[in-house]
């Protein structure tokens, strides 16, 4: 069975600060992990994947994720925030069968103070 | 390439209606899903198209919801007799068939935003 937890139901940050956004995860066998951003009235959209190679993942926009088998996380950064950034994120795990098994986080929701 | 299409953006009803969606996945993508958000929550599945054959559908359907997909390209999805509780933004992703198990890429429409009054 495959579960993710958003620990944050919402992060406030001052624009130009560091973004922390975590994200725990439990599956059974080495998942696949996502960071999906939806802004409002557009469709989701995929920041980064990890997928067994490289722990640290660089996606879009300038955010990165640092897979952390140890500590089953997922945590999705970004060293200075820009109002843009401002949106809902969403930490999904996914199956070795793909889309179908893909299970959504409850989404963390961004805001940035300008 | 123009993306996921959905249509309506939104659909206000009143309970007891029928509404249906519509979905246009990618073209070339074999691989279509719909899923369900609520308020303050994640997208969680509902049901999956490879091609023309429905191959997963979640417990979350109800006997009331029912998906097509004719020819293996838009797909659509029909809720009878609506009630309050399936006021909900629902998603349709599709991905391509060059991708698969953890290589899967799902990519997202805009939604449809349902009211049930």
């Known amino acids: 069975a495959q579960s993710v937890t958003q620990l944050d139901s919402h992060v406030s940050v001052s624009e130009g600060t560091p973004v922390l956004l975590r994200c725990n995860y439990s599956?059974?066998?080495?998942?696949?992990l996502f960071w999906y951003v939806q802004h409002p009235n557009k469709g989701l959209q995929l920041l980064l994947k990890y997928t067994s190679a490289a722990t640290l993942v660089k996606g879009i926009n300038g955010f990165e994720a640092e897979f952390k088998k140890s500590e089953t996380s997922f945590h999705l950064t970004k060293p200075s925030a820009h109002m843009s950034d401002a949106a809902e994120y969403f930490c999904v795990v996914s199956g070795r069968t793909g889309g179908f098994k893909t299970i959504f986080g409850a989404g963390t929701r961004l805001f940035v103070k300008a | 390439d123009t993306g996921v299409s959905q249509n309506p953006r939104h659909k206000i009803t009143k309970r007891g209606q029928n509404v249906t969606f519509r979905c246009d996945p990618i073209?070339?993508?074999?691989?279509l899903y719909w899923y369900r958000q609520t308020l303050g929550q994640g997208p969680e599945f509902l049901t999956y198209?490879?091609?023309?054959?429905?191959?997963?559908k979640s417990r979350l359907l109800s006997d009331r919801f029912s998906a097509e997909r004719p020819k293996g390209s838009f797909s659509t999805l029909e809720i009878q007799r609506t009630e309050q509780g399936d006021s909900a933004m629902y998603l349709c992703?599709?991905?391509?068939?060059?991708?698969?198990?953890?290589?899967?890429?799902?990519?997202f429409g805009s939604g449809t935003q349902l009211s049930v009054l």
């Open positions: 073209s070339e993508h074999n691989r």
């Open positions: 992703a599709s991905s391509s068939k060059f991708e698969t198990g953890s290589n899967e890429k799902l990519f």
């Open positions: 198209f490879q091609n023309e054959a429905q191959l997963e």
């Open positions: 599956s059974s066998y080495s998942p696949s």
